[in-house]
């Protein structure tokens, strides 16, 4: 098992991104190899629905296919998805926790754990050996997650989240905050709307973080003519092209467009966002004339 160190600010592997931090950690308690990628943050509820989980992993993959390493708090739920897929794509992922480095939590994350660093990822806590989860370690810990990265995105979140503390964090510090957009009816659909309407970035997938980066191209697809307004590209512009002017349901647009139901899903409510397209109840959408 790969045995934890300590780290403070005078030491080379210490992350030279918490410099931005006021109150930056003078010892951090380290498990793996924190490396010297490029980083984002990926976190959500801990309560994640099926719609959240496809949309974490398929995010996560993404950006650790293109060598980016995927920081997260190691909760359940979002943080868990996106600890997994980044290392399912064979990529990098550090975990930053909110207890003593010693102290999986949750207990169930224990292999998890282990993996990410079997991996060459990284585990890391400000927290001294043995400290136990408590109730404001874990919005304390946020701080280090968004000073980290470069970017953070917000999957699904309610308006209580400590996903939107991070958000908080990192737009203090500077740092780009995307938000994938939901449905205005589902209630983990309230933290991230929220962080759109005020300036939050969309990501509909991954290659919208990894444009903004200066990483990656967003994916090709056919481009749409629209009246006085630049054709929507990518996911939304194949969805865009199945659209009607009558009701068509999610799934067979989806099925139309080449995508599954989550990517799918995004597009659908970035369109609506942005005028382009109306929903009906049911999960039925027609093209805004």
């Known amino acids: 098992m790969d045995a934890a160190r300590t780290l403070g600010p005078q030491d080379g592997q210490y992350p030279a991104a918490l410099a931005r931090l006021a109150d930056r950690p003078q010892r951090l308690r380290v498990r793996g190899d924190l490396g010297a990628r490029r980083r984002v943050a990926i976190v959500g509820t801990r ?9 974490a992993r398929e995010l996560s993959a ?28 064979g990529g990098h992922t550090i975990a930053v926790f909110g207890t003593g480095i010693d102290v999986p939590y949750p207990r169930e994350h224990r292999a998890l754990f282990d993996e990410i660093v079997g991996a060459g990822g990284a585990l890391l806590t400000e927290l001294p050996d043995g400290a136990p989860p408590t109730r404001w370690s874990f919005p304390r810990r946020n701080r280090i997650v ?23 964090f990192a737009r203090r510090m500077g740092i780009a905050v995307f938000a994938v957009p939901g449905d205005v009816r589902e209630r983990l659909s309230a933290g991230p709307n929220g962080l759109l309407r005020t300036g939050a970035r969309i990501a509909e997938g991954p290659a919208d973080v990894l444009d903004a980066l200066g990483i990656g191209a967003a994916s090709a697809s056919s481009q749409l003519e629209l009246p006085g307004a630049a054709a929507p590209a990518g996911d939304a512009g194949r969805i865009f092209a199945a659209l009607r002017g009558e009701p ?15 990517p799918a899903m995004v597009a659908l409510l970035s369109l609506e966002l942005e005028g382009l397209c109306e929903q009906r109840p049911g999960r039925y959408f027609l093209r805004r004339s």
């Open 146 to 168: 968004a000073a980290l990265t470069e970017a953070v995105v917000v999957v699904r979140a309610g308006v209580r989240s400590g996903a939107l503390i991070t958000a908080a």
């Open 248 to 262: 068509r349901h999610a799934d067979e647009l989806a099925r139309d467009a080449g995508l599954g139901p989550g």
């Open 47 to 55: 309560l994640a629905d099926d719609y959240g989980a496809e949309l």
């Open 62 to 89: 993404g950006l650790a296919r293109s060598g980016v390493t995927v920081v997260s708090g190691g909760a359940a739920g979002i943080d868990g998805v996106a600890h997994r897929a980044a290392l399912e794509a």
